[in-house]
T-cell receptor, first 111, second 114 residues
């Protein structure tokens, strides 16, 4: 079983829809990252959080430490949001330096 | 300006011929990571350096080695590349000092083995 599991693996939405991507993890963590990867490989960090909720524009990330679960929400989705979204966790090993990835969610937003 | 730089962007090597990929950073981050990403898969952590401490993942093949001569540079050495090692190799950095920072990624080196 992977330390980090995401659902769904693939998601297709219509422009304007509200999108939720889920992440569950099985290890103790010091922080969780949501990352975005576009075709061609470039990865950017969207959020890093260890508790509660963060918001940036149309993106919202939440985490429930007790339930070991995080969600990434996209409001008013747009075709330019199409990308792979990856949940990554900093496990408590090595003082939180170890950063491992979930399998990713391929999001396609159609116009 | 790019803060995590990987060279080269594309590397072709012969089966069994040692190859080195490089990563440099201008962020003065104390943690550097190497990931392997194969087509349609998520990046897989190979190893990371926390300062000078090397942390190898249990399932990383012995064929993969790394060096970090100073804070700014980290190298991935593949001693005898096989066809199965063809992949995108991603370098990332972050800082752990009085808290954690975001992770910053290079553009990757796409390795082809012929």
């Amino acid at each position: 079983k992977n330390e980090v599991e995401q659902s769904p693996q693939n998601l297709t939405a219509q422009e304007g829809e509200f999108i939720t991507i889920n992440c569950s993890y099985s290890v103790g963590i010091s922080a969780l990252h949501w990352l975005q990867q576009h075709p061609g490989g470039g990865i950017v960090s969207l959020f890093m959080l260890s508790s509660g909720k963060k918001k940036h524009g149309r993106l919202i990330a939440t985490i429930n430490i007790q339930e070991k679960h995080s969600s990434l929400h996209i409001t008013a989705s747009h075709p330019r949001d199409s990308a792979v979204y990856i949940c990554a966790v900093r496990s408590e090993e090595t003082s939180g330096s170890r950063l491992t990835f979930g399998e990713g969610t391929q999001l396609t937003v159609n116009p | 300006d790019a803060m995590v730089i990987q060279n080269p962007r594309y590397q072709v090597t012969q089966f069994g011929k040692p190859v080195t990929l490089s990563c440099s950073q201008t962020l003065n981050h104390n943690v550097m990571y190497w990931y392997q990403q194969k087509s349609s898969q998520a990046p897989k952590l190979l190893f990371h350096y926390y300062d000078k401490d090397f942390n190898n993942e249990a399932d990383t093949p012995d064929n993969f080695q790394s060096r970090r001569p100073n804070t700014s540079f980290c190298f991935l050495d593949i001693r005898s590349p096989g066809l199965g090692d063809a992949a995108m190799y991603l370098c990332a950095t972050s800082r752990i000092y009085r808290g954690l920072t975001e992770a910053f990624f290079g553009q990757g080196t796409r390795l082809t083995v012929v």
